[in-house]
């Protein structure tokens, strides 16, 4: 195993420093010692989304990223989105628009959402679709999380 | 709904926040990590297991094999006892558990799992369930041991010496005769595969020996029934057993009835420690899966399209272990008669052990597979017979009250309505579309829910005016928290906002019989009504006493009570009752086959349905097929909460696309050839038809509160036939397999055209 590594980096907006396994991947930091467990693992493979956080503003798989690789990098998890206990304005409108149902794809569907709308404000129906394809939904069949999309570009 | 437009639904807050407690983010105190070993075989002899050089690692804890188990009472099942709590002596397919380690992380786990070698001696295995039941195959079981009644109804009929572990046979009228005087007889055989339930969060379980008892913290949908399994493998009683449920990141009936928890517990019991146990979503893969099907259908008709006689023959592939597998198998052929009037009816349906994953409950047990073969089946007879498919359906429709079988309970919805609907909306959107090039296509299912009715809550009214709701419906994403705290609150005429549903846990919550087979909502809420009208009573005899008021005159209303004009609250009646400014009351709700007089006892509770039409085009160079339009309807009864009601037709829509297009858990040389969720491809947001129209007809018919009848599993019955009818309709290529993959749909088109 490799020797543990000092890294720093912003989290949610804080300065954060850790010591981390060489090998340890990024969901397991934020669910591990960082306590955010907003952060879902679901398939490891980079296929679902469920463990999307922003990198730089960037949605990424924290499942096959390494903890290491965010040194001196900006991170966003679920818990980061809402500023003094407001919603941020994609959370609002899942919640307008009740999209979800088990809700363990929301958090990184609503973070795929926020890149989104940060890179295209007023993406097209078939923009929404091909951006939010690497999130997958089990429950909602995708309806009710496309209206809530749609109303905010 | 009767009941204001609620405040943010509080559940929904906390998922959008990420502050919502799964079961996979629960910590226990002094938990250690368990990692399981599975067999690479699938179908082996255990001749040794040596873990010592695992057990010397440091931060192992304890390994669990089948010696282990000798102790315990170690095979279970809810139809057959055929599942050891950990391979014991022998391995029934790839992905058995054969060890188990314990240890202080997960990579220690993992890494000591690659310590522990194991001797096989590999046996003859079949994987095909056609092949299984020949008399040549090998026996994946050589007795069959069935429990009756122990949590389902009834008990399975294996036959003694075969892989047949369910048999089940129904008729009615005289089948061979009406197809010897039918004009018409079609006949043809439909193959449905293995799909796997891919709920989000793969199955977890903490298990915990204390001084009181076992604990387990479960993704569990039937806390009772694994409550009553541990009960037996460990000789302990019910009530030191408990099971609590928190937020579970989907089920689907993947995690319905028992699946790992009792192979945990043990872990737990050798290692002394709590213990969890967090599955990879390849390792759910290798825990549950829908059974396949191989169903022939018969049907004689006359040449106007008259339906005379059919016969159905359901061989269903249960893999490993029977789970839910004689459930499935009964199911299948009763969803398959379709809402149609059949004077002569025959159903024969058989289930298999084979060498592969356990088959088990998935949406709609066996409805999706039946209805693929009969609705398929329906369009091709009208187009031999040239009649339009809308038009041979209403020729046969049942109409409301009408039998489906003499022995059930008569159809409590009108079809013909229905389809009526969809067809207009459907007519609309296409209209709206003139830019495509779409074919339709219909189809229509109905099923028969195996709802047990056995439920009960505990309602417990705080002198504050609270509420909080004790039931053990577990919250898989279906949206029953909200839909229990809206009726708590329309019962007690409360506002949503004070009533709590707590986090289910069998210590304080009342027997319920699991959450499953669309039956929480109307199960739970008749036990709701039933808590309420007792808390009614309660308040009425107090008002009584201390306000010295006639009981009859007492009513409720928002905060607390009204008689006549004088209104009080319940903090005041109470502290005037109790004589202190504190306390509450507490009332039992219960349903039983008894309740209602007695109506509840009938099968099925109520007919749980959907029409289904699509709008299909189809890239006839790669054979990709694109659902364009898609109009789900359903008579529910009465809506609780409509985004959720919606959501779950478009979720079970959607669902039902998967297995339609791309969805199949394929077998090669015994091993799951697939099972990743990169080779396994469910639905993603770039598949979702353009145009959705979800109608839920409220006719206020159904057994439970306002009229309601269980819903979440009725729209992807028709999924499948609608989109494979329509391919028929448009391309003249009929394909009887699913998945529609684009080279089956591209070479069906091909053949066609050589023709």
Redesign the interface.
Known sequence: MLDPTHIRFVLNGAETELTVDAAELLVDML?GPCK??????????E??G?CTVLVDGLPVSSCTTLAIDIDGKKVT???G??QNGK?SKV?QA??D??A????????GM?LATTALLEQKPHASEAE???F???????????????EAVKSLV | MSSRAPSPHPDHVDKVTGRTEYITDVEVPGMVHGKILRSPHPHAVIKGIDASAALEMPGVIAVLTGADVAALNNHWGLYLKDRPVIAIDRVRYVGEPVAMVAAADERIAEEALEAISVDYEPLPFVTDATEAIEASAPLVHETHDTVKDFYFKGEAKPVAGTNIFQRYNYEHGDVEKAFAQADRCFEAKYEFPMIFHYAMEPHCVIASFQSDGLTLWSCGQSPTAIQKVLSRVFGMPLARIRIISPNVGGGFGGKASVKIDPLVAALAWKARRPVRVCLSVSESMLTARRLSASIRVKTGVRNDGTILAKSVSVLMNGGAYADTGPAVAVKAANRAIGPYRIPNLKLESMAAYTNTVPGAAFRSIGGPQAVWASESQMDEIAEALRLDPLEIRNRNLLRRGEHVRPDLRPIDVEMGEAMDIATREMTQLRASDSGSKTHRGTALGISDPGIMAVSSVLLRLKIDGSVAVVSNSVEIGQGVREVLRRLTAEQLKQPVDVVEVLTPDTAIAPFDWGTGASRSSLMMGLAIADAAADIRRQIADIAAIVLEVDPQSVELCEGGIAIGNRKKTFGELLHAYFGIDSGELVSIGRVSPYSNAGKLAQAPLFWETAAGQCAVAVDEDTGEISVRHYVSVADVGRVVNRAAAEGQDEGATVMGLGHTLSEELVYQDGQPINATMIDYHVPTIDEVPENFVTVLIESGTGPGLGGMRGMGEGAILPVAPAVANALAAGYGARIRELPLTPERVWRAIRDRKER
């Open positions: 669910r955010l467990k907003g952060t879902k693992r679901s398939c490891d493979v296929v679902c469920a998890t679920i818990e989105l809402s919603l959370q899942f919640l628009h009740a979800m149902q088990c809700g363990f794809c929301t958090s609503v929404i679709r091909h939010l394809h690497g999130n997958i939904c089990r429950c909602t069949g995708y309806v009710k999380i496309l």
